[in-house]
């Protein structure tokens, strides 16, 4: 069984540790806790072929960028994480592209997906579909909106980045 070390970054509070957290225990996190580091493991399994998958939920507050750089080292496949109900959090995300590229090396096809949080608070949203449809077309990295809450698209995030890593 191949393994892979996946690593997911974003802002405070957008919702980096509901995604985890539904993926691997399929509960949903209602309080927020922010976190320092906390490392999970799944197994999953993508048409009969089964990929043993270390989650790294990294923190987003700004006092443990420092470890960023070692975890882009470790990671081989990146969540980038926004909420969608906070524009602001759609902007911290190229700042980490760019910092992935340059760690990896600027010319290695580094797998990442981008993910749109909070789908379910309709009448929170800040961010329009089309906004991040431009920004992801330019940047050539798929795109999912999820809801941790509700268990909206949160396997299709690991499905998409394992099957990007396994044709490296
Ligand atoms: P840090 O660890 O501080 O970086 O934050 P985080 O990105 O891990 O955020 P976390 O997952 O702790 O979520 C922050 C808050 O948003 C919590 O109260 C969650 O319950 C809430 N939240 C996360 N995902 C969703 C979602 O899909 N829908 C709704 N309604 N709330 C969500
Ligand atoms: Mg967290």
């Not at 997906?113 to 330019?138: F, M, P, Y």
Request: charged share 25%; glycine share 6%.
């Amino acid at each position: 069984m191949r393994h892979f070390n996946v690593v997911v970054l974003g802002a405070g509070g957008v919702g980096k540790s509901a995604l985890t957290v539904r993926f691997v225990q399929d509960v949903f996190l209602e309080n927020y806790d922010p976190t320092i580091e906390e490392a999970y493991r799944r197994i999953l399994d993508i048409d009969g072929v089964k990929t043993s998958l270390e989650v790294l939920d990294t923190a987003g507050a700004e006092q443990f960028t420092a470890l960023k750089e070692l975890y882009i080292k470790s990671g081989q496949g990146f969540v980038l994480v926004f909420s969608l109900t906070q524009e602001a959090s759609l902007r911290e995300l190229d700042n980490l592209r760019q910092q992935i590229h340059r760690v990896k090396g600027m010319d290695s096809d580094v797998p990442i997906v981008v993910v749109g949080t909070k789908l379910d608070l309709v009448t929170e949203r800040e961010v329009a579909r089309s906004t991040i449809q431009c920004l992801v077309a330019l940047w050539k990295i798929p795109f999912y909106e999820t809801s941790a809450k509700r268990d909206w698209h949160i396997n299709d995030v690991f499905q998409e980045l394992v099957k990007q890593m396994l044709i490296r």
